[in-house]
């Protein structure tokens, strides 16, 4: 079902008190009670980190708790790597995938994106999966045809029914971290593509129903104007989310 949904990634930020101050902060705050069925929040921790928010917030409606990453394997001789399954055994309901930082640092490739994102779905997870283009793609203009190749690489490649239980995240690479944020114009552009892309893969019902989060410097003072285009499903953001009210501000604009 398509949701409004308000997904933070901390990245490498936060140390264990700081991570449950905001946890704390966040549970008490009114933000959760406009929560629902259909507006929801997610919250991406450091692997750390996880075992004790999926604890905070088990009672929490409409509130989950993803990993940033997880191996394409599902065990074995991988030191220092974390499987899907592991994630799953302590309760973690959601897990990003294909995040431009790991293309870009890890030499991440589509199709290892989508092996992790089969593992996330065998084991009832759901994968958010993110697609984007770099400054320089986006100034040669083929952008859309680079957005299309990496859906049609990966999650394109998923069963109609394994794909409608997938989240994306449209991410310009040159948004992320920069201040630089889309305008909504060219958000929307990029989503309704997206969109667009999905029905004539899966059908138009599959279209209507995914959920198709913006993110890059999205924060409390340009989440609203976003969010209210027809193809944004709410956001994916980093450097905002790690303040509680500023989060909270974001998630009342879903
Ligand atoms: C991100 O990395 O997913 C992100 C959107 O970061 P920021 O909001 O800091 O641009």
Known sequence: MRKNIVAANWKMNKTDQEANDFIQTFINSDSIHQLNDSKQVIIATPYIYLKDTVQAVKDIPYVFIAAQNCHQEQKGAFTGEISA?????????????GHSERRQYFQETDSQILQKVNNILQLNMTPVFCCGESLEQRESVNYKEFIQSQLNNSVFQLSPEDFSKIIIAYEPIWAIGTGKTATTEQAQEVHQLIRSAIAKKFGINIAQSTTILYGGSCNAQNAGSLFSQPDVDGGLIGGASLVTEEFEKIILSI
């Open 85 to 97: 399954a592991q994630l799953n055994s302590i309760g973690v309901t959601h897990v990003i995938v």
